[in-house]
């Protein structure tokens, strides 16, 4: 289903390597363990928490990886840290405006610096970030692992899954989250790790 019909026909029929076409993976874990941290390190306060509300799907062709499209969306409610006053600090206008804008959204648009060993791509992926309904272009370093058929391995479901890696930073002022607040108390620049599997079931 997720790999061209064509593939198995040229394979069995005369013997070519398969024609594997751009896969779509699933970025909603039914297990919920894909997660992005993050962490605010301020001199006199260090902020970090974590977001589990990850959906969004992947486009990934392991013959054309500078061509991985795809979108990440994380749900703002989803965000969390250890006190509970912050949490809603987090949620209220001044910060994220959770009622407002729900959703954090990466579209990624493609891949560039690729380099690839076996079944690891390594690169930089163009796309645009809207945080609190302000959209930027960035780009981000991101390592990609494609684990042919071990999806049954996980779910007991036949399929293929992509492992997604990335760290980099963005600046809340550049989005319009706190902007103006003393950099002592709150830093400005976020740091972000992604850790997220991507799920295609045959």
């Not at 779910?155 to 319009?176: A, M």
Request: aromatic share 6%.
């Amino acid at each position: 289903m997720k790999k061209s019909i064509l593939s198995f026909v040229a394979t069995a029929a005369f013997g070519f390597a398969p024609i594997v076409n751009a896969i779509e993976f699933d970025l909603e874990d039914p297990k919920g363990v894909n997660n992005i941290v993050f962490l605010l390190d301020a001199p006199l306060e260090s902020i970090n928490g974590t977001a589990t509300g990850i959906t969004g799907s992947v486009s990934f062709d392991p013959a054309k990886p500078e061509e991985t499209v795809g979108n990440v969306v994380v749900a703002v409610d989803s965000l969390s840290v250890a006190n509970p006053t912050m949490v809603e600090h987090m949620m209220g206008g001044k910060w994220l405006a959770a009622d407002k804008h729900p959703t954090i959204n990466f579209e990624m648009k493609g891949l560039s610096d690729v380099s690839q060993d076996g079944t690891k791509v390594e690169g930089m992926a163009h796309g645009v970030m809207t945080i609190k309904g302000v959209s930027k272009e960035i780009k981000v370093p991101v390592s990609l692992s494609y684990l042919e058929g071990k999806l049954a391995d996980r779910q007991r479901t036949p399929g293929d899954i992509l492992v997604i890696r990335s760290e980099f930073s963005v600046k809340r002022s550049d989005f319009g989250v706190n902007p103006g607040d003393s950099e002592d108390k709150v830093a400005d620049e976020i740091e972000l790790r992604l850790s997220l599997g991507g799920f295609a079931p045959y």
